[in-house]
C-alpha cells in the first residue's frame, strides 16, 4: 500500500504585525524551514492520528481533532462528495514545533490545515495550488470561528518569503454561512499574496526565548491600543521595506524595520519583555537589524544580518543572553 509523506513549514512576522489584523493592512511573513510531517495511506476506514494527543480517532466529532476533521468536511465539500464517497485514509501528523512542551511560536493552526489539505491533496491526486490551499484553509478556520488575520496561511501555503495583504474576515465569514463553497471560492476575497524575492545578500535569524507567547491573550491586550496612525505609518514602513529587499537597499531595510519595531514599542510595552529586548539589544554595534516577531511577549524574534562575521557574534550575543538560534539561513 502505497504512503504519501508530506511536510509543511512555520512562519514569522517580518513586519507588519498586529496592523495585519485590519483589512487592507500588509505584512512581510517569512516561512520557516521547521517542518509538521504528514503520512496518508490507503485504509479500510478514516483514521487520523496527532502526536499532539495520545489516541486516534475516525470522523466522530472530537475537539481535539476538530480542526482536522473541519480541514477534511471543507475539502470534500470543495469536491462536491460525501465522506462515504471518498476512498478512506489513515492520515498522521507529527512534529509538535516545541520543546519539551514549550512552543517556539512558528506553527499555527493553520500549520495543521494546510498539511492535512496537503496531504489529501496528494493522496487524491488533486494538485491544489497555493491559492487554492490558502482559500480553503482560511474557509476552514473562518468556519471554526478563528479571526485571525490568516497571514500566517498565506506564508505556509505558498512556503515562501510573502507580502499579504488582508481581507475583510467578517465579510467572508458572512458568506460562507450563507453561500455555497464553490460561491464562496469562486468570488474576489479582496487579499493579496505577493512572492517576494530579494536581491539583496544578508542572513536571516530566528532566536528563540524560550518563554512562550499566549498569542491571543497579547492580541486582546494590545488591540485596542492600534490606532489609525499606527496603521497607516506600519503600512508605508512595511511597503518600503518589501522594496528595499527587491531593490537590494541595506540601510532602507534597516530604517524600516527599526521604525516598525519603535511603532510596536509604542503600541505596548509588553511586546518587547525582558528577553526580546536583550534579543534586539544585541544588535547594537553590528551590522544587523533585529526585532521581535508577531505577537511578542515570548516566543520569538529575528533579525536580518548583512555580514556573516556580525551573524557570528549576533548568535553569541543572543547564546549569552539565553536565546537559542532556531534557523539560519540566507535570505537572497
Not at 521581535?292 to 520569538?300: A, E, K, N, R
Request: proline share 3%.
Amino acid at each position: 500500500m502505497k504512503m504519501i509523506k508530506v511536510q509543511t513549514g512555520g512562519k514569522l512576522y517580518i513586519a507588519g504585525e498586529y496592523a495585519i489584523l485590519t483589512p487592507g493592512q500588509t505584512a512581510i511573513i517569512k516561512n520557516i524551514p521547521i517542518h509538521m510531517t504528514a503520512e496518508v495511506k490507503g485504509s479500510p476506514e478514516i483514521k487520523l492520528f496527532s502526536d499532539m494527543f495520545d489516541y486516534a480517532v475516525g470522523m466522530t466529532e472530537d475537539n481535539n481533532y476538530a480542526l482536522i476533521q473541519q480541514t477534511i468536511v471543507t475539502l470534500f465539500d470543495y469536491l462536491g462528495k460525501s465522506a462515504e464517497a471518498m476512498p478512506p485514509f489513515e492520515l498522521s501528523i507529527t512534529g509538535k514545533m516545541e520543546r519539551d512542551g514549550k512552543k517556539y511560536g512558528i506553527g499555527s493552526s493553520g500549520s495543521v490545515t494546510v498539511l492535512t489539505l496537503n496531504a489529501l491533496s496528494a493522496f487524491y491526486d488533486l494538485n491544489l495550488s497555493a491559492d487554492l490551499l490558502f482559500k480553503l484553509a482560511s474557509y476552514t478556520l473562518l468556519k471554526m470561528g478563528d479571526n485571525g488575520s490568516m497571514g500566517d496561511i498565506a506564508c505556509i501555503a505558498y512556503d515562501d518569503l510573502v507580502a499579504f495583504t488582508s481581507f475583510d474576515r467578517p465579510k467572508v465569514a458572512k458568506w460562507i454561512a450563507e453561500e455555497s463553497i464553490q460561491e464562496v471560492l469562486d468570488k474576489d476575497w479582496g487579499y493579496r499574496i505577493e512572492r517576494i524575492k530579494p536581491a539583496l545578500p544578508c542572513e536571516f535569524l530566528v532566536g528563540w526565548t524560550m518563554q512562550p507567547s499566549i498569542s491571543r491573550d497579547m492580541i486582546n491586550l494590545v488591540k485596542s491600543a492600534i490606532t489609525p496612525e499606527f496603521l497607516a505609518e506600519t503600512q508605508k514602513q512595511v511597503l518600503i521595506c518589501q522594496k528595499a529587499l527587491e531593490s537590494a537597499d541595506k540601510e532602507t531595510v534597516k530604517t524600516s524595520l527599526q521604525k516598525v519595531s519603535d511603532l510596536l514599542l509604542g503600541l505596548s510595552s509588553a511586546i518587547y519583555n525582558d528577553k526580546l529586548k536583550a534579543l534586539k539589544a544585541a544588535e547594537k554595534g553590528l551590522d544587523v537589524i533585529a526585532k521581535s516577531s508577531g505577537s511578542g511577549g515570548g516566543d520569538c524574534g529575528i533579525a536580518i544580518s548583512f555580514s556573516p562575521n556580525d551573524s557570528k557574534e549576533l548568535i553569541k550575543r543572543w547564546q549569552e543572553a539565553g536565546i537559542e538560534l532556531l534557523d539560519l539561513e540566507e535570505l537572497a
